[in-house]
């Protein structure tokens, strides 16, 4: 039938069932930012680190007086990711914000929730949007660099020496991306502005970090880092790459800090994210 | 279609739904009901949004509690209120609402074109829904329920906000649908005329029950006779007298009133009634039973006439 044919007409394909539904969410989400020309273009600032790093590997590996004080090590990688944690702050404000609270607003949730799309894949397909985007300026930059590092160096010495090191990459990412991803988009369901939102997370990542700084400073101790969901990670983030923990709180503390910003956050989205809100 | 068996739904101490026993049949089906009657919440319960404290539902037969998920992959929602995804143009929106609701994304995008057509918005489909007038997100609300080709539509007040020609192009689409197009669907409205033009069966909700259903056509003709009435005097106490008597009435203008004389009594029973009361009737005309009718005698006078 030719697309001008204005009638209705009953459908004769073959539906599937939704098994992937949030796959379409993620697809959607994220070809909707990287459509948009501002999120391109800090996309690809958040890659100018990388470009310096594996130059920094490539000279060190190539011109053997450079090698002396730019030789790559474990703590090479630890600094880079570190490094990209501003990159990480302004795509999950920039992406983040908006995720559930646009949908919100527009009172898109009904129109989801009355399609074969549960709860949890709503969520999901949202969170995967933010995932993705921050896995792809910490994990992937991550291991292109270490892949870097073999092909520069044309052999595996490095890798082999260092053989947890992928492993630990991937596990820092995935703990960073996993709470940071989590909490932003219980935030985004509690407003139905993204600005707000933006200031909301903005603002509980520095003041936990102002507080952490300001208790340090009054007890000269480090052990209330849990305080401070950034010193909590780095301080985990230290465990992970095997270095002697920044601060003083024990690792378990802070590793249970995380965690509780995850469960805390799971909850969130299991009270906000409904097809219908009901004012009793 | 949809069956509801003894549900309830609360909220808070409030009882939105009491104990609903109703059964939808296949074709267009006008929900009716002054705001606050629960229309919207039998809805809402049936697409799994609000869970009922007692009783069980069915759709498609389908037990909605168990098998949300299949429910709606079969039918379609328009909402009430302003809902769109933000950012997307409306034709994109429309086959993304396609690929949610199952369909492969080439014939989501195809679909989304002849809908966008069928409900009038060829011309915009490129244009962000957030552009769109009032009256052209009512259609996008239809077309995004209608891309997957459901088997059943649920149309919450599908006229609101819409100006006298778009409500009329609207009417005719979901007439056209329900008729012509062979889609059952069930239209919650607070507004008579629109259940009357596009469906063949009613159900006549108020504080929460089911005061009244069937056939419209049925409806209208099996519950007596109606008149046209004007007299000189009281007439909020003559329109009390009636109803004491069990003549339901209710004012349309000024001085007019329409009366609904019950099956086995006759105009002869108001005229004796004006006498009695010393009121004189100035007109009095037979006329042609409303969707209205039945509509008041439902709320105001329990049904009498038609349950």
Redesign the interface.
């Known amino acids: 039938?030719p697309?001008?044919?204005?009638?209705?007409?009953?459908?004769t394909?073959?539906?599937?069932?939704?098994r992937s539904?949030w796959l379409?969410?993620a697809r959607?989400g994220l070809m909707?930012f990287l459509r948009r020309r501002a999120f391109l273009a800090l996309l690809i600032i958040a890659w100018i680190p990388f470009i310096v790093r594996a130059s920094q590997l490539f000279l060190a590996t190539n011109f053997s007086q450079a090698a002396t004080f730019l030789e790559a090590t474990p703590q090479t990688f630890r600094d880079f990711l570190s490094q990209q944690s501003i990159f990480v702050f302004l795509i999950t404000v920039y992406v983040g914000s908006?995720l559930i609270a646009?949908?919100r607003?527009?009172?898109?949730l009904?129109?989801?929730?009355?399609?074969?799309?549960?709860r949890a894949e709503y969520i999901l397909g949202k969170m995967s949007i933010l995932a993705v985007l921050l896995l792809a300026v910490t994990w992937l930059p991550g291991i292109l660099l270490l892949l870097l590092q073999i092909a520069f160096s044309g052999s595996f010495t490095f890798i082999k020496a260092n053989s947890s090191l992928i492993a630990s990459v991937t596990l820092y990412c995935a703990l960073t991306v996993l709470v940071i991803t989590f909490g932003m988009t219980a935030l985004s369901s509690l407003s139905r502005s993204s600005r707000f939102v933006g200031i909301l997370f903005a603002g509980l990542l520095i003041f936990s970090d102002a507080m952490f700084n300001a208790l340090r400073f009054i007890t000269g101790s480090t052990a209330i880092s849990w305080v401070s969901v950034q010193a909590s990670l780095d301080q985990v983030g230290d465990l992970i790459f095997r270095q002697t923990p920044r601060h003083q709180t024990p690792v378990a503390v802070s590793f249970l800090v995380l965690m509780a910003v995850i469960v805390v956050s799971a909850s969130v989205l299991e009270r906000r994210v409904?097809?219908?809100e009901?004012?009793? | 279609m949809v069956a509801l068996d003894d549900v309830s739904v609360v909220y808070g101490k409030n009882e939105a739904l009491s104990r609903v026993a109703v059964q939808f049949p296949p074709g267009a089906v006008g929900l009716l009901g002054p705001n606050g009657a629960g229309k919207s919440t039998m809805i809402k319960a049936l697409l799994g949004f609000v869970i009922p404290t007692h009783g069980e539902m069915r759709v498609l037969g389908l037990d909605v509690r168990h098998k949300a998920s299949e429910i709606r992959a079969r039918i379609g929602y328009m909402p009430e209120n302003d809902s769109h995804i933000p950012g997307m143009n409306a034709v994109t929106f429309v086959a993304y609402c396609g690929q949610l609701s199952g369909l492969p994304p080439v014939d989501a995008m195809q679909r989304a074109h002849e809908v966008l057509y069928y409900v009038g918005l060829g011309e915009a489909r490129y244009r962000k829904v957030e552009t769109y007038s009032t009256g052209m997100k009512q259609r996008i609300k239809l077309a995004q329920a209608l891309v997957h080709d459901p088997d059943l539509l649920f149309l919450d007040e599908p006229t609101n906000g819409m100006d006298p020609k778009g409500r009329d192009e609207m009417l005719a689409l979901i007439h056209d649908l329900g008729h012509n197009k062979r889609v059952n669907l069930i239209l919650c409205s607070h507004l008579l005329p629109d259940v009357e033009h596009a469906c063949d069966h009613v159900i006549v909700m108020d504080k929460g029950r089911v005061a009244t259903q069937g056939p419209i056509a049925t409806l209208k003709g099996s519950g007596g006779s109606v008149f046209e009435l004007r007299i000189k005097g009281d007439l909020p106490r003559f329109v009390e007298v009636l109803r004491g008597e069990g003549l339901e009435a209710h004012g349309t203008d000024e001085d007019v009133m329409r009366v609904l004389v019950p099956a086995g009594r006759s105009a002869r029973d108001v005229f004796a009634l004006a006498a009695t009361q010393g009121m004189q009737v100035r007109h009095l005309r037979p006329s042609v039973p409303t969707l209205e009718d039945v509509f008041i005698d439902a709320i105001e006078g329990g049904g009498r006439a038609h349950s």
Request: proline residues 5%; charged residues 25%; glycine residues 6%.
């Open positions: 039938m697309i001008h044919d204005q009638s209705y007409r009953r459908y394909g073959e539906k599937r069932p939704v539904a379409v969410i959607a909707d908006g646009n949908d607003r527009a009172n898109a009904q129109l989801y929730l009355s399609k074969p799309v549960t409904r097809g219908v009901v004012v009793a």
